[in-house]
T-cell receptor
Framework: DGGITQSPKYLFRKEGQNVTLSCEQN?????MYWYRQDPGQGLRLIYY???????QKGDIAEGYSVSREKKESFPLTVTSAQKNPTAFYLC?????????????FGPGTRLTVL | GENVEQHPSTLSVQEGDSAVIKCTYS??????FPWYKQELGKRPQLIID?????GEKKDQRIAVTLNKTAKHFSLHITETQPEDSAVYFC?????????????FGSGTRLQVQP
């Protein structure tokens, strides 16, 4: 299970605040991903990055932002523009950016808006 | 884009029985089909995957079958054990320009009754 870490495990946010979720990997993977998971639903892609300094929007990017300044790190910012941010957020990485490469997930961050 | 439907949403079996979870996909270009297991509060973990050049793949008590003509694939778990209880997700993707991420099904909650 090692190799991909996320912090914090739990995060509470007041309405109107931006918060940043951390994702780090030491697997030397080129590609990294952010997913959102809501109860009873599958994983929905927020953003992904195939290489440093490059990233693309996924299916539900509105209200989120990312950066990829280092290969090891892919932080996700949940902005105040995200109307319903309470969810479980999962980061993943794969050796390359091909969608058929195995993705390995981090332990997740549970975000709750108060 | 790709759409993956997964059934059933919940499945309860007696220990020792078999469990079958089915997924259908919409994009005929999809050629990679992984299955993930997620225990409560934990990260999803890859348990088996299949590529379009084979019709079946087995790993001990787990098997996956693929019917590309009908665009569906299934997960089979034999001799179920209580530790198999979890949420299982199917996913689909294809390798090629313009596609860089998995599309997940909505998940199946499997309960194995001792």
């Amino acid at each position: 299970d090692g190799g991909i870490t996320q912090s914090p495990k739990y995060l509470f946010r007041k309405e109107g605040q931006n918060v940043t979720l951390s994702c780090e990997q030491n697997l030397n993977h080129d590609a990294m991903y952010w997913y959102r998971q809501d109860p009873g639903q599958g994983l929905r892609l927020i953003y992904y990055s195939q290489i440093v300094n490059d990233f693309q929007k996924g299916d539900i990017a509105e209200g989120y932002s990312v950066s990829r300044e280092k290969k090891e790190s892919f932080p996700l910012t949940v902005t105040s523009a995200q109307k319903n941010p309470t969810a479980f957020y999962l980061c993943a990485s794969s050796i390359a950016g091909d969608s058929t490469d195995t993705q390995y997930f981090g332990p997740g961050t549970r975000l709750t808006v108060l | 884009g790709e759409n993956v439907e997964q059934h059933p949403s919940t499945l309860s079996v007696q220990e020792g029985d078999s469990a079958v979870i089915k997924c259908t996909y919409s994009d005929s270009a999809s050629n990679y089909f992984p299955w993930y297991k997620q225990e409560l509060g934990k990260r999803p973990q890859l348990i088996i995957d299949i590529r379009s050049n084979v019709g079946e793949k087995k790993d001990q008590r787990i098997a996956v079958t693929l019917n590309k003509t009908a665009k569906h694939f299934s997960l089979h778990i034999t001799e179920t054990q209580p530790e198999d209880s979890a949420v299982y997700f199917c996913a689909a993707s294809w390798s090629g320009a313009g596609r860089r991420a998995l599309t997940f099904g909505s998940g199946t909650r499997l309960q194995v009754q001792p």
